[in-house]
């Protein structure tokens, strides 16, 4: 019989133990968003109800999050008012076989952010690895539920993104 508990004798629950790793990001979103607030930006946080990885036969690749209305229409109106962000910040935690990443982008002439954290497993998420060393890029997309508008992002340094194993 396979052993489905930790040393402590606890069952293996890999949603539960990615739960407070997934929060400890979304808490450093909001300290890093916090951050720049005190510089005197605008800082749009994005809490993803999902986090999806795209490959293969889809309409668009890469890293997609579903964000809530709420959050979605200040960051297109940001968008919008500085015509596009320039410049991203990636930062990156490698966890017990997970990547998570808070990803700021921004537009330093309006000093705008808009922040979104994701996260993947190389492990399970062999082809999007290998799309993103093939390609030389990582795409990432964030979309309200109805889809009438998606924001798409090309990091064009995927080691901002890839584990460093």
Known sequence: MPNDSDPAG????PTAD???RWEQVVDDMAATAEEYRERGWDAHEIHPGDVAILTGDVDRTGIELLAPDNEFDPAVEAFD???GFDNAQVFRGDTAGTVYV???LEDPDAETAV???AYFS???HEEFVEMVE???EVR???RPLDERRVLTFTHEDPSLFLSEQ
């Open 134 to 136: 093939e390609e030389g």
């Open 140 to 142: 990432t997309h964030i």
């Open 18 to 20: 990615a739960m407070p």
């Open 102 to 104: 808070v990803v700021a």
């Open 10 to 13: 606890e069952p293996d629950n």
């Open 122 to 124: 190389p492990g399970e």
């Open 115 to 117: 922040l979104f954290p």
């Open 81 to 83: 008012e500085a015509g």
